[in-house]
């Protein structure tokens, strides 16, 4: 008789909802989930059980995702590690995959795209490059976004390096831009 050995997946996440409807997702393919809803709790998690793959959320209360990143890599290096982020920005995504993520999805996302994404391997040499260059509104986004990474996420910090009123960044925070 043989066993087929049990697959485990890692949510970290903040948002009750989506962790729980991704957890049930992967639970119906097969895997065994644990969920952390911080970095913190990520940490404990990873002290029971090593999870083959893991999807962790940029933005969440307290320390960002991105600092859990050289500890799941350190734990495993085989370990797959998708950040998912609903605040998707070229350099957060530069600095997940620097940092060891093996890829970069922004939310919302399905699991199959999940798994596919997780799936996918390192580097795509056939992925294509777009050739138009980008709004002057998605550039203020892109860098807006650099300075809040390079602040922990911080919006006081922030906005003074930025030289602007916290509030005004926050607005800017909560208007999307276009991809384009």
Avoid at 56 to 70: F, H
Avoid at 79 to 91: D, E, F, K, N, P
Avoid at 145 to 153: A, D, F, N, Y
Wanted: net charge neutral; hydrophobic share 40%; charged share 20%.
């Amino acid at each position: 008789m043989s066993t087929i050995e049990q697959r485990h997946f890692l949510i970290v996440d903040d948002d009750p909802t989506f962790s729980r409807i991704l957890a049930r997702a992967m639970r119906l393919r097969g895997y065994d989930v644990q969920h952390a809803q911080n970095v913190e709790q990520a940490l404990q998690c990873l002290q029971t059980q090593l999870p083959d793959q893991v999807t962790v959320d940029l933005k969440m209360e307290g320390a960002s995702g991105l600092t859990l990143i050289p500890h799941l890599r350190a734990a495993s290096p085989s370990m797959r590690i998708l950040v998912l982020t609903g605040y998707a920005s070229i350099s957060t995504a530069v600095e997940a995959i620097k940092l060891g993520a093996s890829n970069y999805l922004p939310k919302p996302a399905n699991a199959d795209q999940i798994l596919a994404a997780l799936a996918q391997q390192d580097g795509d040499p056939d992925m294509e490059i777009d050739t138009q260059p980008m709004s002057v509104s998605r550039l203020e986004w892109e860098h807006i976004q650099k300075i809040l990474g390079e602040h922990q996420g911080n919006i006081s910090a922030t906005a003074r390096a930025l030289g602007m009123h916290r509030r005004t960044l926050q607005r800017k925070l909560l208007k999307r831009p276009v991809s384009r």
